[in-house]
């Protein structure tokens, strides 16, 4: 058979594939199947702080450039093979489309490796992976990278929201995607009942997680280190040159105490504060994925696999409850029950909304975020979503769990979740 033949008929395969066709339940799922979209490598810069941190002074794009060589150097694949790659970013002009295929070349890439750039908001980074996940199970493409990266330090502000037009704003729902999200998490706090005292206890235990987490070495194998960067020191605006290997946002000695004196930020009689809120952060992150016949073809090893996502739609102004929504459809598409799961990895774009969530959905605190969050380590927008999958391989590697589920809200009023096998 033809080479062009063989690759028509895996195709129509793809083509053919019904949803009960698809691997339903916790022992279907943990079967192995040369089809399979899986994981070999995954990994993300260190998190820093927007406009204080390690990374304040580097263009997206570099960091983006920084981690593809780390992806490719870490991986051992050749650049070559790599027919596609989408990239999560939110504040970037068109999402950066042009500076992140250039940024694609600059790391290794050649010119036949594909590039665009995805923009669902906090979910943007899982929707890039996704995006490439999706391809390669209906067969356009065999190998591709689902990337995420921000730079809140230089694109994060009120230019980063574009004026609405007056049809928009004389729709009521529609003028809702424009309230924002610190101003709508504290109206939804006080509706659904969630005190100041159990956000600041999420909070602070997020802190704690992190520190522990970063104290033993749990980030390193995740993180790809950047040496010799430009910094300028933002106090005596001294140039310096530095390394950056780890996420400097995580405090030591948070506790709920300590929080509950933090001055709320958007009521004066409000619930939410910088402390119980994920933090202004830069990043990147990258992940490799490949269909499981191929993976073996290059001597890939296999660390993970893909096994299906959701995404839904919430009112506007309740935007924080996006998980609740979208976690119960991924685990109804994939045949899964909550006890199955091992790890959960949500964002924490607010404790208010983490809180309530993790309640009504009644999960295991106990596995939600057993690493500490975005309140503690921080929330790059366009990244979070490709930097939870190295987050949840690695904890699941380390604790012997086999299924994570990562998801998050998302701003306007949407929710995105993904099932995830450890191998």
């Known amino acids: 058979m033809s080479t062009a033949q063989s690759r028509l008929n895996q195709v129509n395969s793809h083509l053919k594939t019904s949803e009960a066709d698809i691997p339903r339940g916790r022992e279907a799922l943990l079967r192995k199947s040369p089809n399979d979209v899986v994981v070999t490598c995954a990994l993300r810069t260190p998190f820093t702080r927007g406009g204080k941190g ?9 960091l983006l450039v920084h981690t593809f060589k780390s992806l490719i150097s870490r991986s051992k694949i050749d650049p070559a093979v ?8 939110v504040l970037a002009p068109g999402a950066g489309a042009t500076e992140y295929r250039a940024a694609a070349l600059c790391a290794g890439f050649p010119e036949s490796s594909a590039v665009k750039t995805v923009n669902r908001q906090c979910s943007s980074g899982l929707q890039a992976c996704v995006d490439i996940a999706n391809a390669i199970s209906t067969g356009m493409i065999d190998v591709g990278v689902g990337a995420g990266v921000e730079s809140m330090s230089s694109q994060y502000g009120p230019g980063a ?7 928009l704003d004389s729709h009521p729902e529609a003028k809702n995607c424009k309230v924002p999200m610190g101003v709508l998490s504290e109206k939804m706090a006080r509706d659904r009942g969630v ?11 997020s802190y704690q ?3 522990i987490a970063q104290r033993e070495g749990k980030f390193d194998e995740e993180i ?9 020191d933002p106090k005596s605006d001294e140039e ?4 950056v290997g780890k996420d400097d946002g995580i405090r030591d000695g948070i506790t709920k105490e300590s929080l509950s004196k933090v001055k709320p930020a958007f009521a004066k009689d409000g619930s939410i504060h910088a402390g119980n809120a994920s933090q202004i952060s830069d990043g990147a992150a990258a992940v490799l994925l490949m269909r499981r016949s191929t993976a073996e073809r290059l001597g890939q090893k296999v660390i993970g696999r893909f096994a299906g996502a959701s995404v839904v739609g919430v009112k506007p102004l309740l935007m924080g409850i996006g998980p609740w929504k979208a976690i119960p459809v991924v685990l109804e598409k994939t045949g899964l029950k909550k006890e199955d799961v091992d790890i959960w990895e949500i964002n924490e774009a607010f404790a208010s909304q983490c809180v309530w969530c993790v309640n009504e959905l009644g999960l295991d605190e106990s596995k939600v975020n057993p690493n500490g969050g975005a309140i503690a380590f921080g929330h790059p927008l366009g990244c979070t979503g490709a930097r939870q999958v190295s987050t949840l391989m690695n904890e699941l590697g380390r604790s012997g769990g086999k299924i994570g589920v990562s998801s998050m809200c998302v701003g306007t009023g949407m929710g995105m979740a993904a099932v995830w096998i450890k191998e």
């Open 240 to 243: 310096k040159i530095i390394d």
């Open 54 to 62: 390690g990374l304040k002074d580097v263009p997206a794009a570099d």
């Open 82 to 89: 790599v027919e596609d790659i989408a990239v999560g970013n």
């Open 224 to 232: 790809a280190p950047l040496k010799g960067v430009k910094w300028t």
């Open 161 to 167: 929201v574009t004026e609405f037009s007056e049809l």
């Open 195 to 205: 005190s100041r005292g159990a956000q600041d206890a999420f909070a602070a235990r």
């Open 209 to 211: 997680r992190a520190v």
